[in-house]
């Protein structure tokens, strides 16, 4: 038996765990409770690691597709049939024809982080998609239009605010998103019993809305109106007052006559919130002596994601809360180095996806456009597919469309641990080690937590001998992509890279490396594996680094493993105008493509809005479509239901635990009834991410209770168009008893 510590992945609260280890296997996992950030705080879906870990579903050793048959093989083999079939499609049909997909644990595991964007730059294609086009995509751009950063996205400082207006989030059950807080509930009890206010805007009754002073139950896909009306009165009632950082503001005098057509008595029938509610929402965010507003996915997978994100940051803004403590703030992650403060700033646009000319956004494609792109024949058709970490077919929309294009493809490897909706159609399968016997370094959450800190977990087990890391699996691909083909060494690609970033950074005058050689300092760099030494890399010359010698006291890979439980590195500080790459070095309060969009937005103003709508929802023991197969976390009220309010039930007919038929424009599924209070009348809600048990996929306990594809009722030709984010949430559906 043996002790390890390990930092959670399976949430954006990135948890320190304590592990008991037996043999090689999680035998027991507990709160860390000396952990820097995390103090001993775990969920369910922490406790339940071991499961998940040792699922015997989980693949172990390269699959090999045959028709409707696998069999396992040997590593080299299957990076061989790999560079045949990538670089056959490539040769066939060129780079263009060449598509990658991106999931969501890519930003929970190291790999992802330090090898998958890579791949796909390496691969050369426009076709680069991501389950961000289903999720944050709007906080991106909002952030790239407003600060000139799509990854310089203010967090709530959750431990130190006076109000919290928090909208489309339930962090009580998703554990935060954005936001990267352990032990969130928490925190929000503390906010209240220090004396702070808590509000919550959501169309359902949710475990966060119980631990509110107020829940305001919004119409699905209305906040910006909400949000903007709550501008426009803090124009109107003079209390839009920016503080200090009025100078380093740009374009506020435009600000004005843009919330002038939303008064609150004009929005009240959109939103369903009256108007003078909003005008003391309004007046409490001004008022309270510091305050912050925070939205996540219930407002940006929405017909308005990206104004609503902006919204909530001019509101952060207009009340004096921007960068300021107890207001919302810019964390500042030890592998970043402070900025400037001016840059190239944010380009939309760049190039069009070729069969709807849908805009790139952050190098990327509409995750809603991939399935035509696959179907619709002619020049730069896609023809190859890699998928990394993701389920599209039951995660983005149209995916039962998606799941019929893939048979089509010529090619189609997938790095995943299962056998699922997704890697079913793949003709390899590349599976990943168990969190057990990886390593673990936050980059993508350390951006977004409210705390500075740094934390790094070795891998607890050794690998076995039938595995491949996952950041060598990711460097082979990316060999292979290449041209340099399946056995030339991985290494050489962080050897590239590592030289790459140290030669920048000795050519910097503001680093403190600068004038150095770059061979040298790549030769001092932590001796471990190729990802610890770029990590190593990444740290020495980050903000709190010891710059390679420069700052005997500052942080590298070495200090960090002699911290088992992490290093704190204090609450967040001001970062204005540092922060900023904007090209006019401030803060664009107005920036062109959000005005442009307004227009949309003030005709929906006109827009009846009488139909019944579908909104999501998540459960605390779920994580999107892949943790239906751990025993622990299943049953209980953990079920694929269609959650209807009591008097829409009454008026359609439809019993409690009878079947529905439920239609959209994009399609129709029938699935089970549940009437509750929870949602209120006009709305109705269903998870996402169930629909298991199709042929040919191997999850045995998920197959067992499969739910249904939430997403074959929304639409793929529906989305947010400055982001390309799907409209998720708001999705007008008729309900009726199944026939
Ligand atoms: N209707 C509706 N749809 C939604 C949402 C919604 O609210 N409503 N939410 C959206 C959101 S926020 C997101 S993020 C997306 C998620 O979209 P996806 O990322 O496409 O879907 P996931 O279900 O997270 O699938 C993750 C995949 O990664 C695999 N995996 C797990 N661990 C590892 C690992 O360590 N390495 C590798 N290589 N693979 C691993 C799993 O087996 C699974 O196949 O779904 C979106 N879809
Ligand atoms: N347990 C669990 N945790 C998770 C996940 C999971 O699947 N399960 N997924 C992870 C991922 S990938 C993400 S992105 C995060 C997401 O984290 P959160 O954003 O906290 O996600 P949800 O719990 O879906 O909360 C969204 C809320 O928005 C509400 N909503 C829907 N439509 C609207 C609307 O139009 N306006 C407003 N104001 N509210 C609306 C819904 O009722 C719901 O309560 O969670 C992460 N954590
Ligand atoms: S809250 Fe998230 S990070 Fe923490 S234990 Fe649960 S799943 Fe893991
Ligand atoms: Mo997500």
């Given at each position: ?364 494609l509409p995750a809603a456009t991939l399935a035509e792109e696959i179907a619709t024949p002619g020049e730069g058709q896609v023809r190859a597919l890699v998928t990394i970490a993701g389920n599209p077919v ?346």
């Open positions: 038996m043996q002790t390890a510590y390990r930092i959670c992945p399976l949430c954006e609260a990135t948890c320190g765990l304590k592990l008991t280890i037996d043999t090689g296997r999680i035998t027991g996992v507990r709160g860390d409770r000396d952990d820097v950030f995390s103090s001993g705080f775990i969920c369910p879906k922490g406790a339940a690691l071991g499961q998940l870990d040792s699922d015997p579903d989980r693949l172990r050793r390269p699959m090999v597709r045959h028709g409707e048959s696998w069999t396992e093989t040997g590593w080299a083999e299957a990076f061989a049939i790999v560079e045949r079939g990538l670089m056959g499609v490539i040769e066939r049909h060129g780079r263009l024809s060449v598509a990658t997909y991106l999931g969501n644990p890519n930003v929970h595991t190291l790999a992802g982080q330090m090898y998958a964007g890579e791949f796909a730059k390496t691969v050369g294609s426009p076709n680069v998609y991501s389950a961000s086009t289903v999720d944050q995509m709007p906080k991106h751009v909002s952030s790239g239009l407003l600060f000139g950063d799509p990854l310089a996205i203010p967090v709530p400082d959750l431990d130190r605010t006076d109000h919290l207006l928090l909208l489309g989030a339930n962090p009580v059950e998703s554990n935060g998103s954005l936001c990267t807080a352990p032990d969130f509930p928490g925190r929000l009890k503390k906010l209240r019993k220090r004396g702070g206010r808590l509000v919550v805007v959501d169309p359902r009754r949710t475990r966060t809305s119980a631990l509110a002073d107020q829940h305001v139950a919004i119409r699905p896909g209305t906040d910006a109106y909400l949000l903007f009306a709550m501008v426009h009165t803090l124009f109107e009632e003079g209390l839009a007052d920016p503080g200090p950082l009025a100078s380093h503001i740009e374009g506020m005098e435009a600000l004005p006559p843009l919330a002038e057509a939303f008064t609150p008595e004009r929005v009240e029938q959109v939103c369903a919130v009256p108007a003078e509610g909003i005008r003391t929402l309004a007046r409490d965010l001004a008022q309270a002596p510091t305050a912050a507003v925070y939205a996540r996915i219930g407002t940006t997978t929405v017909e308005f994601g990206t104004l609503t994100s902006w919204l909530v940051d001019v509101l952060n803004l207009l009340t004096g809360n921007l960068d300021r403590s107890g207001g919302a703030m810019f964390p500042l992650a030890p592998h970043r180095r402070r900025g400037s403060g001016r840059g190239r700033g944010f380009q939309l646009g760049r190039w069009h996806s070729r069969v709807s000319g849908l805009p790139e956004v952050k190098g990327e039951l995660s983005t929309p149209g995916g039962d469309r998606l799941d019929r294009a893939l048979s089509g493809l010529e090619f189609m490897v997938s790095v995943d641990p299962y056998l699922n909706e997704t890697t079913r159609h793949a003709d390899v399968i590349l599976p990943p080690p168990p969190p057990s016997q990886s390593a673990h370094y936050d980059l993508a959450f350390n951006e977004l937590a409210i705390r500075n800190n740094a934390r790094y977990s070795p891998a607890p087990v050794p690998l076995t001998d039938d595995r491949v890391d996952e950041c060598e699996i990711l460097a082979r691909l990316i060999q292979i992509a290449a041209g340099r083909g399946a056995t030339a060494p991985p290494a050489e690609v962080d050897d590239r890279l590592i030289e790459r970033e140290l030669a920048k950074a000795a050519a910097d005058p503001a680093s403190p490396v600068y004038g150095a050689e770059a061979a040298k300092l790549a030769e001092e760099l932590y001796p471990g594996t190729p990802a610890e030494r770029r990590l190593d890399m990444k740290l020495r010359l980050g903000a709190y680094g010891d710059g390679f010698g420069a700052d005997a006291e500052g942080l590298s890979l070495r200090r960090l493993l002699a911290e088992p439980h992490g290093i704190d590195l204090g609450p967040l500080q001001q970062r204005i105008p540092e922060v900023l790459k904007t090209v006019s070095g401030r803060v664009e309060v107005c920036p062109d493509p959000i005005v442009a969009d307004i227009g949309r937005l003030r005709e929906g103003l006109e827009a009846r809005r009488d139909a019944l709508v579908l909104i999501g929802r998540r459960h605390l023991r779920s994580n999107n479509s892949w943790m239906h197969n751990v025993p622990a976390l299943t049953g209980g009220t953990n079920t694929c239901t269609l959650q209807v309010h009591p008097d829409d039930a009454e008026r359609l007919g439809l019993q409690h635990d009878a079947t529905a038929l439920v239609r959209s424009r994009s399609g129709q599924l029938q699935v089970t009834v549940e009437r509750t209070e929870a949602v209120p009348a006009g709305v109705v809600s269903l998870p996402h991410g169930w629909g298991h048990g199709a042929p040919g996929t191997r999850t045995e306990v998920a197959a067992a209770d499969p739910g249904v594809n939430a997403n074959v009722l929304t639409d793929p030709a529906v989305i947010d168009p400055l982001s390309g984010t799907a409209v998720l949430n708001g999705v007008p559906v008729d309900v009726l008893p199944a026939p």
